[in-house]
């Protein structure tokens, strides 16, 4: 479902018209997550899972410019890159969100066992208009990352990289960058996403339908 905002009472006005018609312009950020808890689990769809469901819970990361005018989506789902190994290039693919992470996860598995040997950039059809791009870069980590997306700056929604993990003393951590748009989301917003999602992965039970937003203990671990 796709809900136009009330512009003329959008409390937002006055910020979305500077950033998208005086200074156009996106930002991004990198941060390094916390992601020992994850430990024993598939690394990329945990967190395709983990950011979705965040995502999901801040509608300034669901809002979209589309022919029905300035709006929010109600649910996004994520679209993200495959590698093929044999081919040393990758595809764009995309898997339903499910609140179950169990339910999700053997969606992913049989989407990426379908299209990982596929020599096409998008071999999944049907890319649903509430979805929103992640891709991972597991052979470096990097202490910055910047998309320069050329275009007429309308894309409101938000884009998210991973790097390698890496070891900080007992905790594993992970590099994640944060694209956004201006117009739609401030860096109130991203700190918000990223307390959130770390409190999400904190919490983590893959036999869970949800990662709690309200625990505070770390749990140390190794990812395999």
């Known amino acids: 479902m796709f809900t136009l905002i009330d512009f003329e009472n959008w409390e937002r006005k006055e910020h979305y018209l500077h950033f998208y018609n005086d200074v156009r312009c996106s930002y991004s950020t990198c941060v390094n997550i916390d992601i020992s808890n994850l430990n024993g689990q598939r690394l990329y ?47 764009g693919i995309w898997t339903a ?24 950039y998008a071999p999944k059809p049907e890319r649903p208009v509430n979805s929103f791009d992640v891709s991972m870069i597991p052979w470096f980590s990097f202490t910055a990352f910047n998309l320069q997306v050329f275009g007429d700056g309308s894309y409101l929604l938000p884009i998210f990289t991973m790097g390698k993990a890496f070891d900080a003393g007992t905790k594993k951590m992970l590099p994640l960058a944060i694209q956004v748009h201006h117009a739609v989301c ?38 395999k």
């Not at 809002?63 to 590698?83: D, N, Q, R, V, W």
């Not at 036999?207 to 937003?213: I, T």
């Open 45 to 91: 769809p945990a967190m395709l899972w983990l950011l979705t469901q965040t995502v999901n819970e801040m509608p300034e990361f669901r809002t979209a410019l589309t022919e029905k005018g300035l709006g929010y989506f109600s649910e996004m789902h994520p679209a993200y890159t495959i590698f093929n190994q044999e081919q040393e290039t990758f595809s």
């Open 97 to 120: 969100y499910k609140s179950n992470y169990t339910a999700f996860l053997s969606s992913y598995e049989a989407d990426v066992a379908k299209y990982s040997s596929s020599e096409k």
């Open 186 to 223: 401030d860096g109130y917003h991203v700190g918000r996403f990223i307390e959130l999602l770390q409190k999400k992965i904190i919490g983590f039970d893959s036999g869970c339908n949800s990662a709690p937003s309200d625990i505070s203990a770390t749990v140390k671990g190794r990812i």
